[in-house]
């Protein structure tokens, strides 16, 4: 699986950026779509996670401002964000993964970086 991020930028405290991440492969529907994010001198953190058929999830800090959703009809995972904080200045990445008869294998796209200025 391969994953490509993109959509990350600069943009002031209270606007919005939407992260697209293009993923290759016949069966996306079956994968459960995350993004995570990693801000300077901080460990890589999960933001939200959505699977076919099933509620998103979120972590408390973007619950309420960001919106993960998918298409997959377009092999696609979107990260809408409203009300951006400078809080959420970090690299964004796109994540999925799959379980195997010898454990997980996560998929890591490359990280798009958003900025977000006070």
């Known amino acids: 699986v391969q994953l490509q991020a993109s959509g990350g930028g600069l943009v002031q405290a209270g606007g919005s950026l939407r992260l697209s991440c293009a993923a290759s492969?016949?069966?996306?529907?079956?994968?459960?779509m995350n993004w995570y994010r990693q801000a300077p001198g901080k460990q890589r953190e999960w933001v939200a996670s959505?699977?076919?058929?099933?509620?998103?999830n979120y972590a408390d800090s973007v619950k309420g401002r960001f919106t993960i959703s998918r298409d997959n009809a377009k092999n696609s995972v979107f990260l809408q964000m409203n009300s951006l904080k400078p809080e959420d200045t970090a690299v964004y990445y796109c994540?999925?993964?799959?379980?195997?008869?010898?454990?997980?294998?996560?998929?890591w796209g490359q990280g798009t970086l958003v900025t977000v200025s006070s």
């Open positions: 492969g016949s069966q996306f529907s079956a994968y459960p």
């Open positions: 959505i699977a076919s058929g099933d509620s998103p």
């Open positions: 994540n999925t993964f799959t379980r195997t008869s010898i454990g997980t294998r996560h998929y």
